[in-house]
């Protein structure tokens, strides 16, 4: 998967975290977690939000990935990559070192 100019690609060992003017809440409203930004709101389903929760800079996209099937039945590696490789083109989500 191509990632957009400018943008690096996530791989198995990129260690993702949140940008820091996003943070991750819970709306009560809605039932349902969000990724909040300047002007933006992002709902996530439950297994989005397990993503971007695991999203600390520290841990890899392996770690992810490993920890998530600790949780669910079915995780793809290169679903998560194309998830977050979603929110590094919105800019919810920056990429640490690989």
Known sequence: MG???GARPVRSSSRPALASH???AYDRSRGEHVLLGPEAVLVLNPPGASV?????G???VADIV???RGRYDR???EEVARFLQRLV???YVELGDD
């Not at 971007?52 to 600390?56: E, K, N, T, Y």
């Open 22 to 24: 996003v943070r991750l």
């Open 75 to 77: 995780v793809a590696d």
């Open 3 to 5: 990632a957009p100019t």
């Open 66 to 68: 490993a920890n998530l």
């Open 58 to 60: 520290r841990r890899t």
């Open 89 to 91: 083109r919105k800019r």
């Open 52 to 56: 971007v929760d695991l999203c600390d």
